[in-house]
């Protein structure tokens, strides 16, 4: 399965407070969350993301709180991938719970810049940054978690099988 969009860069340390703030989280609805996604830290970014943008980012992208909800508001704001240098490991289940496709990848999380148009081979893990005409290996999903983010995320998986 391949994506690709534009890039909204960020650095180290994104946590789930500016990804979908606290003051948000009496709601469930994913469009009500999506409304908010990242405003803490980039005002402008409900106004700007389409339908299968990239975020990129440093370390230790989605500390803090384990709230389900920040994966669930970058998904319903259209992002189609995350990537970054780590995920708080909380991050990374969550995102895969609900079907969010998220890259390790160090090396191109430091080199690729906001705006740029990137496709992610999530089969081959392959990163190519297409403003740059570079590409980086990141680290494949499995089989069985591909299954998983195909299907929108855990629920619907288990669900397709019975």
């Known amino acids: 399965m391949k994506l690709e969009g534009a890039v909204f860069k960020y650095g180290d340390n994104v946590d789930t407070d500016v990804i979908i703030p606290a003051r948000y989280l009496n709601s469930s609805d994913p469009k009500e969350l999506a409304s908010h996604c990242m405003e803490d830290i980039d005002s402008s970014f409900t106004e700007k993301v389409k339908q299968g943008d990239i975020i990129v980012a440093a370390k230790n992208f989605g500390c803090g709180s384990s709230r389900e909800h920040a ?19 909380i991050f990374y289940r969550n995102a895969i719970n609900i079907g969010l496709p998220i890259v390790e ?21 392959i ?18 978690m591909q299954k998983i983010i195909q299907a929108g995320g855990l629920i619907p998986y288990i669900n397709s099988k019975n």
């Open 71 to 89: 994966p669930i508001a970058i998904k319903a704001a259209g992002v189609s991938c995350v990537i970054a240098q780590t995920f708080a490991r």
């Open 105 to 125: 990848c160090p090396e191109a999380a430091r080199k690729i810049q906001p705006g740029d148009q990137v496709e992610v081979d999530l089969d081959t893990g």
């Open 127 to 144: 990163i190519t940054d297409k403003t740059l005409d570079m590409s980086w290996k990141g680290q494949a999903f499995p089989p069985f």
